[in-house]
């Protein structure tokens, strides 16, 4: 099946840094999304990405579609302690229609105050 | 309220025991799927379905059995739990019109003696 490497696997920052984390796969996909996971939680969705290209923000979050369609990125601009977390990549698994999603091996964020 | 809620959250079992997880959902959504996570290895789809009494594998089923009598419910039936399914298991939902995004319930953490 198709795979998706995250990196890094896990990042500390201080308080207010930014982060930037990304998602490559050697397969093109339709769809990229990205999910966070809180401790003791189940993933929940911050960004979904249609279109090769696009970038699309929500809050302090940016993520981006890679134009090779290969790759996607995510950027967390001063980041706060609830940031703190798992960043997960997903994408279709089989091409688009599929609707099962293949999940990237997460990036665990820490944020020192 | 929650929109994907599961039972039990937390399950202690035996070898050999056979157990059941459920997954409620109130999104009128039509797909529904079950996930394990292990440390570092991520989300692994382990059966979804489309509709009620649609079953198909996912990459991980062997081990594993589910029901989908009503299109709110999805339950996930371990036969005889060994060790090694112990895990995080995440139910999530999807619909056709929202394309590949899916959404996650709270989780099960189980632990098989």
């Known amino acids: 099946g198709q795979q998706l490497n995250q990196s890094p696997q896990s990042m500390f920052i201080q308080e207010g840094e930014d982060v930037s984390m990304n998602c490559t796969s050697s397969s093109i996909f339709n769809t990229w999304l990205w999910y966070k996971q809180d401790p003791g939680e189940g993933p929940v969705l911050l960004i979904a990405?249609?279109?090769?290209?696009e970038l699309t923000s929500n809050g302090r979050l940016t993520a981006q579609f890679g134009i090779t369609r290969k790759d996607s990125f995510l950027n967390i601009s001063a980041s706060i302690p609830s940031d703190v977390g798992i960043y997960f990549c997903?994408?279709?698994?089989?091409?688009?229609?599929?609707?099962?999603?293949?999940f990237g091996k997460g990036t665990k964020l820490s944020v020192i105050p | 309220d929650a929109d994907v809620t599961q039972t039990p959250r937390n399950r202690i079992t035996k070898t050999g025991k056979r157990i059941m997880l459920e997954c409620s959902q109130t999104?009128?959504?039509?797909?529904m799927y079950w996930y394990r996570q292990d440390p570092g290895l991520g989300l692994r789809l382990i059966y979804y379905?489309?509709?009620?009494?649609?079953?198909n594998k996912g990459e991980i089923s062997d081990g594993y059995s589910v029901s989908r009598q009503a299109q709110a419910k999805f339950s996930l039936s371990l036969e005889s739990a060994i060790p090694n399914q112990t895990a995080l298991y995440f139910c999530a939902t999807g619909s056709q019109g929202i394309g590949e995004t899916q959404y996650f319930g709270p989780g099960t953490r189980l632990l098989v003696l």
């Open positions: 997903a994408g279709p698994y089989s091409g688009a229609g599929s609707y099962q999603l293949t």
């Open positions: 379905s489309f509709d009620v009494k649609d079953i």
């Open positions: 990405l249609y279109k090769a290209g």
């Open positions: 999104k009128g959504h039509d797909r």
